[in-house]
């Protein structure tokens, strides 16, 4: 496991995080069309959080992409680094998920995140901020939709509908399981919508949320007891 420290000028006001996300944001390339599903190593990355003791986990779980078993995975843990401010929870999260990135004794391929990308208000989540970051291929595959608008996928899996913020196409929602709660997926940076939607049907073979977040999110969740259990 990783222990992390703030950045040396990290933002610490919103006012700082937004010029940043203004700055980086002119960066995402939106035009490449990313690995093809099945292939090479895709990663989950996810973290949790004890507020109370100002600490966050970060987790990096690699996967090949062919048949979802597990070939690393690495852990860091920090102090939570910036405050909660909705559409900036990215600060929250870059420093300690890019430690466990950086862990990894693989190249990590295609980063999906447990969060948005251009599914955003400023139309840079997590997954572009990442992926800006890394020069790596990312996307995001949130539970909820944020505060944008859809329709209700058809009922089979792999249906999907436009995730709108007024007439611009977000992202998508997408039905990985039949008659179960869409996933919502955005692109991130140097995939497209079509390819992130593929992604996302290839790791979800068995349960509505990619195997990515599943692993990931058991991983980060117990890297923080053990951080935070009592001597």
Not at 12 to 19: G, K
Not at 124 to 141: N, Q, R
Not at 213 to 220: H, K, P, V
Request: hydrophobic share 40%; charged share 25%; aromatic share 6%.
């Amino acid at each position: 496991m990783t222990t992390v420290r703030i950045p040396e000028h990290w933002p610490v006001t919103e006012e700082q995080a937004r010029a940043v996300q203004d700055e980086l944001r002119e960066r995402v390339i939106l035009d490449e069309p990313g690995p093809p599903p099945g292939t090479g190593h895709v990663t989950g990355v996810d973290v949790a959080y004890d507020d109370e003791r100002d600490v966050v986990a970060a987790a990096a779980v690699v996967l090949d992409a062919s048949n979802l078993e597990v070939l690393a995975e690495a852990t860091a843990v920090g102090r939570v680094s910036f405050p909660y401010v909705p559409g900036l929870l990215a600060f929250r999260e870059i420093p300690t998920v890019l430690a466990a990135l950086d862990a990894l004794p693989l190249p990590p391929g295609l980063v999906v995140c447990d969060g948005y990308g251009l599914a955003h208000p400023r139309r840079f989540g997590l997954a572009s901020h990442l992926g800006v970051l890394t020069g790596l291929p990312t996307i995001g595959v949130a539970k909820n939709p944020f505060t944008f608008a859809y329709d209700d996928p058809d009922t089979p899996r792999g249906s999907g509908s436009a995730l709108l913020a007024g007439s611009e196409e977000v992202g998508r929602a997408l039905r990985t399981r039949e008659a179960v709660k869409p996933v919502f997926v955005s692109v991130g940076h140097r995939v497209t919508l079509d390819g992130a939607c593929a992604h996302t049907l290839a790791l979800t073979p068995a349960y509505r949320l990619p195997e990515t977040t599943r692993r990931a999110d058991a991983l980060c969740r117990k890297a923080l007891r053990e951080t935070c259990r009592p001597v």
